[in-house]
């Protein structure tokens, strides 16, 4: 059997990218793509490209605040108890994270420069590759109806605009519905995040699928069971019967990652921060942009198809959890607050996702100690689609040795790994 240069494992945009990159460089290259597409992070995501909006400085509170909210009834943000108790205790996820947070504070303008340059590098793949993904960039627009959350944001905002130059644009009520007419007239004012873009999930992962096929990339279906390792490096990843055999591993298997490389003795400090969303049946009645629906802190947006989408929830907990219904009809009673479409149309998807995280909300890539030809890329959170282009490109840059700005930043070893 081949003995590939680099095997990425993992199939969603993050393994993706990687492969992309790493094929880019002439590498010969093995993609072991996982399961179910559908049942990846980046298939059901908002499709947000966003360097604007979610900003770092914003992900590091929601997650702080979402121990306020653990026992708030319609809070978007969930916590199992579980989750609580045990990774609470020393050496846990939340330990590290209320112990962490604040990294992610001062490393907030450098995430903002990688997610620009990741935009700017996703939009030339597109544009090379002609990826027929639905992109386009017309800014994500945050809408509110309550004024006391409004101005919270506004300030937040206008503080990132200053520290991080994020650009904004401010809008009154009647500049939102003008922009929008098919939000209700209750929404008294919003931002318009003008960096961002947006592409259809679903869609960059088959286009990416078929692009690295193309390519030359080897794609294996199917979950490695384990990885080889040998006098400290791993020699192989076991699937099926076969034994994958490659020069350099690079785990991509979003929040299922610890469980790969439990096999190795690594413990990677990655939970699983579910997340849900509904798809309505096609309507003709089209939104312009990206939304947020600030209030509920649920997303709105359209596909090219015309299929109206809401996502949201952050519910910390450990893999497989089961979906619950009441989410859902979350999603849809707070979405038709805004968008009257929202309670009329028939629901015909419903699709949940466990978003990788870290507990200093920065991304794990790089290469793992203890082997020397092992590397992760995995943790991005809320930030998968954001960060998958240039997170590729460190990818490929530290396998053939080579510096990148980024590489010190998202380096696995500040967590002693
Ligand atoms: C509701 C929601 C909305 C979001 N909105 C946005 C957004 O608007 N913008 C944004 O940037 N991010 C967003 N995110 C986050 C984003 O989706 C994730 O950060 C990103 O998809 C993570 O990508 P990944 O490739 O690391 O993991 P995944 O997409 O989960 O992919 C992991 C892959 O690994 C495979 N795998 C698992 N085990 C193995 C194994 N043993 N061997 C081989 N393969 C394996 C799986 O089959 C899968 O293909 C959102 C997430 C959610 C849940």
């Known amino acids: 059997m081949t003995r590939f240069e680099a095997t990425v494992l993992g199939g969603g945009v993050i393994g993706l990218f990687s492969a992309y990159m790493l094929r880019r460089e002439g590498l010969q290259v093995a993609l072991i793509a996982g399961g ?46 579980l989750f609580l108790l045990r990774e609470s205790m020393p050496g846990g996820w939340l330990y590290r994270f209320i112990r962490r947070h604040t990294t992610i504070l001062s490393h907030a303008k450098e995430l903002k420069d990688m997610a ?77 995040f003008e960096e961002d873009a947006w592409a259809n999930p679903a869609k960059v992962v088959m286009e990416m699928r078929r692009i690295v096929r193309e390519k030359g990339v080897a794609v294996i279906e199917g979950e490695a069971a384990s990885l080889e390792h040998s006098n400290g490096r791993v020699v192989s990843a076991k699937i099926g019967r076969e034994h994958v055999k490659s020069e350099n591993f690079i785990v991509a298997c979003g929040a299922h990652s610890p469980a790969l490389l439990a096999s190795l003795g690594i413990k990677l400090p990655i939970a699983a921060g579910y997340g849900y969303a509904i798809k309505l049946a096609p309507t003709n009645k089209r939104i312009k942009r990206p939304l947020v629906l600030g209030d509920y802190h649920i ?87 954001t960060l998958a282009a240039a997170t590729g490109s460190v990818i490929a840059d530290l396998v053939a040795g080579r510096e990148n700005r980024y590489a010190e930043l998202l380096s696995p070893s500040r967590l002693g790994l």
């Not at 639905?134 to 944001?153: A, I, P, T």
């Not at 200093?360 to 793992?368: E, F, M, N, S, T």
């Open 36 to 81: 179910e597409p559908r049942r990846a992070a980046s298939w059901g995501n908002a499709g947000f490209v966003c360097p604007g909006y979610g900003s770092p400085t914003a992900e590091a509170e929601s997650l702080l605040q979402l121990i306020r909210w653990k026992l708030g009834r319609e809070s978007p943000i969930k916590l199992s108890t």
């Open 299 to 385: 997303t709105a947006t359209q596909t090219e198809e015309g299929n109206l989408r809401s996502t949201g929830f952050f519910e910390l907990a450990y893999m497989d959890i089961k979906p619950r219904e009441s989410r859902f009809e979350y999603l849809r009673r707070n979405a038709a607050k805004y968008i009257a479409q929202f309670g009329e149309l028939e629901v015909v998807e419903k699709w949940y996702g466990a978003r990788p995280c870290s507990p200093d909300a920065i991304p794990l890539v790089g290469r793992l100690k203890g082997f020397e030809n092992l590397y992760v890329a995995a943790g991005h959170c809320r930030l998968g689609l």
């Open 116 to 192: 620009r340059d990741s935009l700017a590098l996703f939009e030339q793949v597109v544009k090379e590759e002609r990826l027929d993904v639905g992109y386009y960039q017309r800014g994500v627009m945050e809408v509110f109806q309550d004024k006391k959350k409004l101005d919270m944001e506004l300030e937040e905002a206008r503080e990132n605009a200053k520290l991080l130059g994020t650009r904004i644009r401010e809008l009154s009520g009647e500049e939102c519905i003008e922009e929008e007419p098919l939000l209700s007239r209750n929404v008294r004012g919003g931002i318009l």
